[in-house]
């Protein structure tokens, strides 16, 4: 006997008897998860534990069974001293049923396999077999179900309904009827989790279909999540459509980090190219849902216009050390206090910290990063889009109100009293400069990934890598420290920004740090940060550790 | 350990050799006399003769894209050559076919193809897995090139190569 | 100058038989090289009819350049071009020298193995006469002790490469190839000794003059159109016996199988030439098939009459029918080679390569000691004759 379940205050546990063995559950757990948490998979469609249970697609039917009572209402025990059952003579849904005490259940009765049988061949009937075309292939819980559980041939003759084909039932998601096996999990969705009640089913029987109320459409920011959660290829995001079979895709556990909100992701990628990016359940954080704003924010990875060799005065200097080494020895030709750094909320923890070392070796006390805010909502989005302004204020690279700094820098470009400017991963022109004024400068050092106003008018320019390419961590809105790790390799030239910054600071105060790998900077930083004591990349782990940090927002 | 190699007793005929060298000459001159008269049955002479006409039906030869009875290469792009390709030998890129397209109910198509012949090992793998019977082996074998690019069967190489191949399974009509 | 030209008209002037032994040196090497490249080409067609394959049958002359609507291949010059093709790729390959060789007597060695076996062809008597002029270069009286002398040299060709090389192959090949030559070049010399009992000279010519006289040695009453005399047909048995002696020592002193240990492909890459490339490589391989010519040369000339044929005469008379006769014996000698060579190729192809120990065996128990005894039972049978 063995208890699966694990909650942290007492609750009343009852006993239930699962395929002959007898498991403990607290009161109130589903049987479908009770049997998933004893390892007994029951399949589902319309069932999600993140959704209210409508039962409708009857796939998860299990044989239940009440203890047998006697005229005294006492249960009849066995010969083993365990209650026997009285077994209900057709299958029951396991998704909309919670324990009893005394509650038997068979899992893979023949009753319960001939009745999975005939719902698979009832799916079926009018599902079109596209397969070969259809985006869901391979991750497709109609084709997974069907092979465990279904029958190879069809017995249908007749001809199947015709249903709308490639609908653009929103400006992201493309809807297509005849595969739609009417589980409602899109609309349970849109209704309960994006409060924007806009899809439901029309029309009866056979003929019933998904669709948009009229004059509405699908332009919910988390209507992407209708995706993931469609068990079948009805709902495909046109982003990722017909782009790569799913079974090619790499796939890496990382975190968003288009807003302070810091949603867990999968990231996947073929060789060297992404794909697409998926929420990744973490009840901490952002359940199992990501928007479609953050979903879609990574398309710049693969933009022609990529920055891929280090540019020192305007011509291209593919050789790192050298460039390195030219940036480092200008800034120290400038005095410290003539020397301003702007860094970036999206950097990572270790980043910062590197950027707080290089400060501190050229003795530059003006540093900042820029804030970046838009509207956000009180599902998931930030109206920081930083991803890790917590952070940039815990190692002292932010000031305490993010973005305080920045005028004292403006005014004394402005005024010449500043001759240098390090800016990592921003552009200058979002904190207030204008383009004229960093010609000013007579020397402008800029880590970026993408061209802009900063990068044009650098002396010396150092490609780095983006969120995909890389490792670190970051400390979302609520405190908790996650872990970013690299789904493909920097294009060209490109480096990882802590080695450039590690580069800067060893070329700057010409002693070696001693850093050779991410690992180590971790190590330094966590030494050097209470806040932060005793933990390591692998320890943050996939789903990351709340910090005793006081909340952000 | 020295080892002592058993050898045979020889009788005188065997020691003195000349017995076996003429045993030896009448089989090796015999072939001669058969050569010189025609009458051996040398390897064909390629290339003046080819095997093109007695190949067996099961020959496997260069991979090629087929087309149905109605003009539409029969790939959809579904990449599953690709997956199971041993060699990494096929490229897929695939597309969707414009809704205004006659064939627009099969939705997608492959807009790059290429299977790389210096790859390819001619296993059939990607004919017997393919969904569409999109991909049929011929019985092209000479497959030369004067550089890696021609080597590269592109899509409308293949094509080109595969013709229309009648008979086969017409998935996408209207009753589906 | 008349009296130059006279000189060189007059068959007892020193100009005379200056410009004719040049003219025979050049003619006769180039007749053997020739002669080599295309038993290398006859090698490998008629080892691939031996084995049912074709062999080289491609490469033709390209005569279709010449234009006249002529085609390159035809059934007749398919393959006739590829000795030409293969001495052009020997010529033009790149002549790698390894760091770690002994240079000076690495770029000897292929040049030793190759004059030994070109200056023993200075005393055969590949012809009769045209007109007054022996067809001989040298004519001296120690014919078969000058080759014999001269072919052992050959073998430091072969030491040399196989040491110079600092490579352990051919070292091995050119270790066993020294071991045997020696053994064998006592049976050779020892064989032959019967048939100068016989015929009491040592003069090539002589002895082909002998031949003419009473039927080849080995053949003597079919040859000399009339009955063999008691002599001759008790001497028979020891030159028979002496015949096949002589041919299977010239077996070992070629390096043919089954006699090829000094290069066995399978034990020893290439045995002492691995180490070669190129024309040096090509220099000893020339050697070999030249030591192959000289061989059937003088088993011809000691054994079938060299260039006699039964009713051909020779070029003695004077004017075009000397000249014409004389043409015509030097034909029937090449083609006598030449069909030796063949039956070199056959026993090649046919016949696996000896075991050292057996090889070993063969030459010193076997055939020096039949060669001894055969020399007293020659003796004793010319004696017996007197």
Known sequence: MSTEATTPKPVELVNVQIDGVWHQFPKGTRVIEACSQAGKFIPRYCYHPKLTSPGNCRMCMVELGMPKMTPDRKPELGPDGKPLHNWIPRPQISCAQDVSEGLGVRTDSSMVQEARKGVLEFLLINHPLDCPICDQAGECRLQEFSYDYGQAKTRFLDEKVKKPKRVEIGPRVTLDDERCILCTRCVRFMREVAKDDVIGIVDRGSYSSISCHPGKTLDSNYSLNTVDICPVGALTSTDFRFKMRVWFLKETKSICTSCATGCNTVISARENIVYRQTPRENNDVNQAWMCDYGRLNFHYLHSPERLLSPVVRGHEQPDWKNAIATAAAELKAVAPEQIAVIASGKMTNEELYLTAQLAKALGVKLHDIVPHTDTGDDILLSTDRNPNTAGAKLLGVSASTPGANLSAVVEGIRSGAIKALIVLGEDATLAGLTSADLTKLTVLVTTAILPNATTAAATHLLPSAAFAEKRGSMINKNGRLQRLNRAIQPPGLARDDWEILVGLTEAVTESSLGFNAIEDVVKAMTAATPALAGLSLSKIGDLGVQLPLPANE | MAYQVPRPKLTFAEKIYLPSVIAGLKITLGHLWRMLRGKTHVCMQYPEEKWDSHLPPHYRGAPTLVSDEFGRTRCVACQLCEFICPPRAIRIKPGEIPAENKFAKVEKFPEEFQIDMIRCIYCGLCEEVCPEQAIFLKKEYAITGTSRAAMMHQKEKLIEMGGIQPGVVNKWNEKK | ?386
Request: proline fraction near 5%; include cysteine.
């Open chain 3, 1 to 386: 100058m008349n009296a130059i030209l006279h000189d060189l008209a007059d068959p007892n002037s020193i100009l005379f038989m200056i410009w004719t032994t040049l003219a025979k040196s050049a003619g006769l090497l180039g007749v053997v090289l020739g002669m080599v490249s295309y038993t290398v080409y006859a090698e490998r067609r008629v080892s691939s009819l031996m084995q049912d394959r074709l062999g080289p049958n491609r490469t033709g002359f390209p005569i279709s350049l010449l234009g006249f609507g002529l085609k390159d291949w035809s059934p007749i010059l398919g393959g006739l071009g590829q000795p030409i093709a293969d001495a052009v790729k020997l010529l033009l390959k790149e002549d790698f020298t390894p760091a770690y060789v002994k240079k000076f007597y690495y770029w000897i060695a292929p040049a030793l193995g190759i004059a030994a076996a070109i200056i023993s062809l200075a005393v055969i008597p590949f012809g009769s006469k045209i007109g007054t002029v022996d067809m001989v270069i040298a004519n001296i009286d120690i014919g078969p002790l000058f080759i014999f002398a001269i072919s052992s040299l050959g073998v430091y060709g072969i030491v040399l490469a196989g040491w110079s090389a600092n490579s352990k192959y051919p070292f091995l090949g050119a270790i066993r190839s020294t071991s045997q030559l020696i053994s064998y070049e006592l049976a050779l010399g020892l064989s032959v000794v019967p048939l100068f009992l016989i015929i009491g000279k040592l003069n090539l010519v002589e002895i082909v003059h002998y031949q003419v006289q009473n039927g080849w040695m080995l053949l003597p009453g079919l040859t000399a159109g009339k009955l063999p005399t008691l002599s001759q047909v008790l001497c028979w048995i020891p030159v028979l016996i002496s015949f096949l002696v002589f041919t299977i020592a010239m077996f070992a002193e070629t390096n043919r199988l089954p006699f090829d240990l000094p290069e066995a492909e399978t034990e020893l890459v290439g045995g002492y030439h691995t180490e070669y490339s190129s024309m040096k490589f090509a220099l000893f391989f020339l050697g070999e098939y030249t030591a192959m010519i000289t061989g059937s040369s003088l088993i011809i000339t000691l054994f079938l009459g060299a260039w006699h044929f039964p009713g051909i005469p020779d070029g003695s008379m004077s004017g075009w029918p000397g000249v014409l006769w004389g043409l015509v014996n030097i034909g029937v000698f090449f083609t006598k080679v030449f069909a030796f060579l063949i039956f070199f190729i056959f026993i090649r192809w046919t016949l696996p390569r000896f075991r050292y120990d057996q090889l070993m065996k063969l030459g010193w128990i076997w055939l020096f000691e039949i060669a001894l005894v055969n020399i007293f039972l020659t003796a004793l049978i010319v004696a017996f004759v007197h």
